[in-house]
């Protein structure tokens, strides 16, 4: 089975340009979740989703950061906007279900370069 | 949320067992302990996880005192392909948002 499929791999774009990254959570998923990771630094959550629903966005900068999960499954994160200080490692991630007890699969991740 | 305190570093050679322990003292009732592990240009990956005493699979070891305000990774006869970030993580059984904190750097040298 495959696992989570992220895509591009890497992303080189200029500052104030728009950018989109796209998620495909393992099947029979209900959790997904997008994180930042930032070098020499542990992945930070930007958006969880249990379902279609965003239960926790907290942590999304709004103003230039949007996410959807339309029909419960694939998902993209977008940025616009993007900045400098976006360059990072976009992860995504899904699980079965959002409990502390269930084991989340990442995928590949994002990398973005903004020049 | 439970905050998590583990060491930046470690070194190791192969064959030796490493142990890298994390400290959480503010750990509720309801949260687990996992551990993932990320290797350079991948996403993390699930180790282990526990709740209570000692769980073993076939990657590693976990130990958790009956206080549950530490854990122990024990990862036995360690192999260059074991040089990664190693993340502790503590989370509600009826909620988790997976909060990573910045991890120990295993280098397992030859």
């Known amino acids: 089975e495959a696992g989570v499929v992220q895509s591009p791999r890497y992303k080189i774009i200029e500052k104030k340009q728009p950018v989109a990254f796209w998620c495909n959570p393992i099947?029979?998923?209900?959790?997904l979740y997008w994180y930042r990771q930032n070098l020499g630094q542990g992945p930070e959550l930007l958006i969880r989703?249990?379902?279609?629903?965003?239960?926790?966005d907290s942590q999304l900068p709004k103003d230039r950061f949007s996410a959807e999960r339309l029909k419960g499954v694939d998902s993209t994160l977008k940025i616009q906007p993007a900045e400098l200080g976006d360059s990072a490692v976009y992860l995504c991630?899904?699980?079965?279900?959002?409990?502390?007890?269930?084991?989340?699969?990442f995928g590949q991740g994002t990398r973005l370069t903004v020049v | 949320l439970a905050k998590t305190t583990q060491p930046i570093s470690m070194d190791s050679y192969e064959g030796q067992e490493v142990n890298i322990t994390c400290s959480h003292n503010?750990?509720?009732?309801?949260?687990?302990i996992t551990w993932y592990q990320q290797f350079p240009s991948q996403g993390p990956r699930f180790i282990i996880q526990?709740?209570?005493t000692k769980v073993t699979n076939e990657v590693a070891s976990l130990f958790i005192p009956a206080d549950r305000k530490s854990s122990t990774l024990s990862l036995p006869r360690v192999s260059l392909s074991d040089t990664a970030v190693y993340y502790c993580?503590?989370?509600?059984?009826?909620?988790?948002?997976?909060?990573f904190g910045k991890g120990t750097m295993l280098l397992v040298s030859p």
């Open positions: 991630a899904s699980s079965l279900d959002g409990t502390g007890n269930t084991e989340a699969f």
């Open positions: 099947s029979g998923h209900n959790t």
């Open positions: 989703y249990e379902n279609e629903e965003a239960v926790d």
């Open positions: 503010n750990i509720a009732t309801n949260d687990y």
């Open positions: 526990g709740y209570k």
């Open positions: 993580l503590v989370g509600d059984i009826g909620y988790s948002t997976l909060t």
